[in-house]
Nanobody, 115 residues
Framework: QVQLVESGGGLVHTGGSLTLSCEGF????????MRWFRQAQGKEREWVAT???????EYTASVKGRFTASRENFRNGVSLQMNNLQPDDAAVYSC?????????WGRGTQVTVSS
């Protein structure tokens, strides 16, 4: 059974850093592109970053240069290092994997940024 479990969220001050992790169960994360999305309260879900099977990464413009997606093969997962966090970054962050025609989502982890 495929599952994704995010962790690492929390409360930080503006300018602070957090590292989110997403651990995969029931599949080999290294074989798939992995994506991070976020959804702020009252807003639509937004794509944040992709780390491809190759290790290449892509980011939405607002986080480029501040966020870094990486693979954590030792835990069959991926991470999202977030630096210089701003109030607009506050959201529930979720990871997702598209496997055999199905988009699997984790439950997400809350990131709160205090100004």
């Amino acid at each position: 059974q495929v599952q994704l479990v995010e962790s690492g969220g929390g409360l930080v001050h503006t300018g602070g850093s957090l590292t989110l992790s997403c651990e995969g169960f029931g599949f080999d994360v290294t074989l798939y592109d992995m994506r991070w999305f976020r959804q702020a309260q009252g807003k639509e879900r937004e794509w944040v970053a992709t780390i491809m099977e190759t290790g290449n990464t892509e980011y939405t413009a607002s986080v480029k240069g501040r966020f870094t997606a990486s693979r954590e093969n030792f835990r069959n997962g991926v991470s999202l290092q977030m630096n210089n966090l701003q109030p607009d970054d506050a959201a529930v962050y979720s990871c997702t994997a598209f496997i055999n025609g199905v988009n699997y989502w984790g439950r997400g982890t809350q990131v709160t940024v205090s100004s």
